[in-house]
DNA sequence: TTTTGTGAACCTATTCACAGCG
DNA sequence: CGCTGTGAATAGGTTCACAAAA
């Protein structure tokens, strides 16, 4: 039943079954099962019909769950906004990339706003955004009322590109950099590191 | 004392002690201590030396732990090879941000083959490297002795992919896709996804 | 002193075992 | 039955409190 606090774990899979679901969905697929759910996921069926109990009961016993109603239902717990606003700090191959992703908009985020420093890209037209000046991320920031950054800058700027995010009163960082952000209370950030990665498979591969 | 069996989560931590280490010594730091370490990964000073422990005494007490002997010793827990060859199988947006990655040299990673399904991208070169067809990618992948594959090609080629990149005696697979991948033991894979904590970010900022 | 190294205590998360209900 | 939902048991990780050593 909802109330006994949640587990954080808890909240990290729920993407993973919103993922799923629309998955699902987009099979005509109307009921599925904790244990196909889990199979599909590399998860244990037991945790899934757990996380769930945190929230509620959504499913049919006997039957397993209702799709579509099970994925309104994450999104309602999760309260994703359909129209999360994201600015993107940083024009280079990996903002690029970004900009060309097309799952942000199916996930009902869209980058709003783009920076750089360099004036080469400044005023110019990328994946067709408008790339403006750093200086006038606050500003615009502000105007356009984005509350989560992605930046995608080299490492060495994050300190002046941070400085400046922060005086934005954005809440929310995706960061791509390398470096750990130190942050006043309020902001959340996540880092998006694929190298340490790497190096965990080579451990592995090595070990096993 | 080395031996008790250690904890996943200390192997996650050990490339961020690792990353930190290395700007440590490109500031020509000497010597640091937990503490200070701690706080720059935003962590706890017992957790790192906890972690550590795992592994053997490497600090100097009073002093701390001297920089360069502490990486060099974690560089042979992890076994890092110094020549850790990947291949990269998708050459759009996400393939070249990656292609232009210089974080992959400077921790001892290189790509070494690059694949592709699109006529009008095999046989050319894309940062320096030359485009194979992923027809190639098992004959490539044998004679230059590659163990890590990178994917970055779009959801839906994913399964026509992993045939192959099984096929070619891969061992280790970073994911990009929004797929979970179902593989046979003895390859392991790690998926960097960050629309869920996009995701989660959202859930927070909307919460607190 | 000061800072590392570590068993023990605590907290968090997963799995078990089974009750509940169509 | 078959599958969900859940308290209780277990496992996994972190933090505490302090001994050891320079």
Redesign the interface.
């Known amino acids: 039943m909802p109330y006994s606090k949640i587990p954080n774990a808890t909240?990290?899979r729920?993407?993973?079954y919103?993922?799923?679901l629309r998955r699902l969905i987009s099979e005509d697929r109307e009921v599925v099962q904790s244990q196909e759910l889990a199979d599909?996921?590399?998860l244990t069926s037991t945790q899934i019909r757990k996380d769930l109990s945190y929230f509620g009961k959504f499913g049919c016993r006997k039957k397993g769950y209702d799709v579509n109603l099970l994925l309104a239902n994450l999104r309602k717990i999760?309260?994703?906004?359909t129209d999360?606003k994201?600015c993107l700090f940083g024009c280079?191959?990996?903002g690029?990339?970004l900009?060309?992703?097309k799952?942000?908009e199916q996930?009902g985020?869209s980058i709003e706003a783009i920076f750089d420093t360099d004036l080469n890209k400044i005023g110019k037209f990328f994946h067709g955004k408008r790339c403006y000046s750093v200086n006038q991320a606050k500003e615009v920031i502000k105007r356009k009322n984005i509350?989560?950054a992605i930046i995608a800058v080299p490492d060495e700027t994050v300190d002046e590109i941070l400085e400046i995010i922060i005086l934005s009163g954005i809440?929310?960082?995706?960061n791509?950099t390398?470096r750990?952000l130190q942050l006043p209370g309020g902001i959340?950030a996540?880092s998006?590191d694929?190298?340490?990665?790497?190096?965990?498979?080579?451990?592995?591969?090595?070990?096993?």
């Open positions: 909240i990290k729920l993407s993973l919103r993922k799923q599909s996921l590399g999760m309260g994703v906004a999360n994201l280079g191959n990996l690029n990339a900009l060309g992703y799952g942000f996930r985020f509350k989560i809440k929310s960082i995706l791509f390398q750990h959340m996540r998006v694929f190298t340490d990665k790497l190096e965990l498979l080579s451990y592995f591969s090595h070990t096993k």
